[in-house]
């Protein structure tokens, strides 16, 4: 009989990718106690060293996904200057357990589930009292006996655990008005891809492909033009499986994808067609990165219709703004170009009610398989916005573990504090500006400019400016000061500019957006944090005359602060003192308090 625990928790994340690992940091921070169960060894899921996959987003200018994502962005930054797979998954992994209010069971498959069946409030059925993972490192099995469960596992394992209600496959496009040319309703999805990297070298290496490998004709990569020079090549067509079954046919998927992977870089390495002499196979991964499988059907579901047509959500809590881009099943053999890629609004609305089940009483769930349509989810999919999506689910779980309400409950009753939250964590919530206090608002300001107190963390269109115009450049070593009648102070709010745009950063757009690399050439450069980066501040709280530290910050690496200090001033004073670039300025976003 092999051993078994059992462990209690307010929030149980199934699925460390970054949804999970977001949703569990954000819930943990609340005072939430949390256990994140996850089935691989690295934290990641997609983005992980295993599979290797861009942490994508929204387009356009100022789109920058904010909040947790923008913390380990920055850190990555850091610690990280060559893009290091090694590397980022030791930032991942330092996220979860610097966070006392997380429990992370790694290498853990949940494998079932107890429900209980009943009639509930709000049409749902029925609720879940635990569930089981087995840890293979251990030979153990963990119960996990919580009030909120988050499905994280982008397969959606708990739908058939718990008879959760799902989708899988596309919408015939008339039952949701959308514009696709699926006319009848099939089980079809994007397929999954085994990704390559290549690494450049100083001399000629060759390349003998495995007996197994898949051996290709101009014919069969005549749509799909690698390219090793481009630092956007990232091998992501390699696909396959959107025609079968993307969670049964796993296995048999790799059999293939692994053999066209290496039969894709015998071609590029034999054909005589490319100049990749002095390039080397660096990684080839054999765990399939999906895109497509089980969707959860929600309170509400999202459409490509309320995508394109940019419908604002009063239960806003995140945004998009990654192309509609449906790949066609077939995947590398599909005839022609492999996907679809339509623009959409830049930072269209994401509803809160898209992720908790409708029939399950205490069910969350986030990233790739929220409750949306096919064409929906080939937008939000995308790992930043999934990042987003987990960390509004960490939020909504702490307030509803707090006030003794389900899922719907904050829908209903607390929605706002869930936005507030997540403000106050330096999520944009674009139709949403945060609420700045009477007290700031009233304050005497000296040192500084109205722009630090209008409620706007970011220079954007949607505010009618750019990062350039939303900032103050604050002379280092100067002191920007509110006075004010004597209060109690509960919160005050700091946003330093972290370059959104990554203007500041060396090499292409690409290499400046993303935080990993796929290809490594002899000239690929080195990273840096973002030079209009704040480095070094001290925050006051000041009372008749006498000053308090409440915050001071060497090497920051955030782009937002906000504490709770609970204690009575008349004055707070911000002084910055240096910043990762040059010049004696650094500019500040915000700088409020109540």
Known sequence: ??????????????????????????AAREGAKVVLMHERPVLGGNASSEIRMWVCGAKGENNRETGILEEIALENLYRNPTKSFAIWDTVLYDFARREQNLTL????????????????????????????????TTQRFYEVESRFYCDASGDSILAPLTGAEFRIGREDGKEFGEDTNTTQADRMTMGMSCLLQGRETANKIDYKAPQFSTKLSDEDVANRRPNLA??????????LGGDRDTIGDTEILRDELVPLATGFWDYIKNSGKFDTDNWDLDFLGFLPGKRESRRMCGEYMITQRDISDDVTFDDEIAFGGWPLDDHFPGGFFHKGRP?????????????????????????????????????AMSSIRVMATCALLGEAVGKAAAVGAKRGLTPHGVYLEAIDEVQR???????????????????CKNAALSGGEEKLRNGEDRGHAIYGTDEQTARFDAPLGKEITYSFDAAKISEVHLVFCSDLNRKTLPGSSIERRLMTRCNQKLTSPQMHMPTTLCRKFTLYGELNGERHTLLSVCDNRQRAHHIEPDMTFDKLILVPEASWGEGDTVPIISFDFA
Not at 1 to 26: E, H, N, W, Y
Not at 118 to 130: A, G, V
């Open 1 to 26: 009989m092999l051993d078994k625990k059992t462990l209690q928790c307010d929030f149980c994340v199934v699925g460390g990718g970054m949804a999970g690992l977001c949703a569990a940091i954000s």
């Open 105 to 136: 069971l790694l290498n853990c498959t949940c494998m079932d589930a107890k429900v209980e069946e009943m009639p509930l409030p709000h049409q749902r059925d029925r609720r879940i009292k635990s569930i089981t993972g087995y840890q293979m």
């Open 230 to 239: 481009k630092d956007s090549e990232n091998f992501w067509y390699l696909e």
């Open 339 to 375: 996907n679809n890629n339509v623009s959409t609004p830049q930072n269209y609305s994401i509803p809160y009610r898209a992720l908790y089940s409708k029939n399950v009483e205490n069910l969350f769930f986030a990233g790739r398989n929220i409750s949306m349509t096919h064409m």
């Open 421 to 439: 939250l997540l403000q106050n964590e330096d999520c944009f919530l674009p139709r949403k500006p945060r609420r700045v206090s009477a007290l």
